[in-house]
């Protein structure tokens, strides 16, 4: 079972819409959360951490954490064709180093 | 302020060859940890290093070894390099050595081995 799953995709979704990116980890132990966008080519770019239960928003970008369900979910509003790229999400576990494992992520492609 | 840097973009070996790779962190940064990402997969995580001393190895073989040094940078060494190996090795700097702390990666280097 990955540590760390995620629907590949693609994921289409018209211009201006809402895209739902979503997450699932196994380790209960996990205790910090992060979505990373990364376009072909390219390194990760962190867009944000969540730790809580509950939203945390920045800008057009929400993330969501269900720590009973062991979910973790990225809502994108009113999507640009400039967010077509692939999505990581990526649990962190509580320790002293820095054992964060990512998902394979999820291609998101924005429709002009 | 720049963002972690790392050498080279790309570089090419050959079977049974060693190579090296550079990062440089954020400034203020004490941690660096090495990735492997192979087409289509995450990240995986190789090292991290946080004041000089090795704080986590994920599930690599000995021919991978790293170390940093007294300004932060950090270098990746491959021994007896396998077509398996060729992969973007990306470098992650954050403040601090636990998972709570955000990482930020570098643009990579793109390894071919042939």
């Known amino acids: 079972q990955k540590e760390v799953e995620q629907n590949s995709g693609p994921l289409s979704v018209p211009e201006g819409a809402i895209a739902s990116l979503n997450c699932t980890y196994s380790?209960?132990?996990?205790?910090?959360f992060f979505w990373y966008r990364q376009y072909s080519g390219k390194s990760p770019e962190l867009i944000m951490s969540?730790?809580?239960?509950g939203d945390k928003e920045d800008g057009r970008f929400t993330a969501q954490l269900n720590k009973a369900s062991q979910y973790v979910s990225l809502l994108i509003r009113d999507s640009q064709p400039s967010d077509s790229a692939t999505y990581l999400c990526?649990?962190?576990?509580?320790?002293?180093?820095?054992?964060?494992?990512f998902g394979t992520g999820t291609k998101l492609q924005v429709i002009p | 302020d720049a963002g972690v840097t790392q050498s080279p973009t790309h570089l090419i070996k050959t079977r049974g060859q060693h190579v090296t790779l550079r990062c440089s962190p954020i400034?203020?940064?004490?941690?660096v940890s090495w990735y492997q990402q192979v087409l289509g997969q995450g990240p995986q995580f190789i090292f991290q290093?946080?004041?000089?001393?090795?704080?986590g190895r994920g599930n690599f073989p000995d021919r991978f070894s790293a170390r940093q040094f007294p300004n932060y940078s950090s270098e990746l060494n491959v021994n007896a390099l396998l077509l398996g190996d060729s992969a973007l090795y990306l470098c992650?700097?954050?403040?601090?050595?636990?998972?709570?702390?955000?990482?930020?990666f570098g643009p990579g280097t793109r390894l071919t081995v042939l």
């Open positions: 992650a700097s954050s403040l601090g050595a636990g998972s709570g702390n955000e990482q930020f």
């Open positions: 380790d209960r132990v996990s205790q910090s």
């Open positions: 969540i730790y809580s239960n």
């Open positions: 990526a649990a962190g576990a509580s320790g002293g180093y820095q054992k964060v494992t």
């Open positions: 400034s203020g940064h004490k941690s």
């Open positions: 290093y946080y004041e000089k001393e090795e704080r």
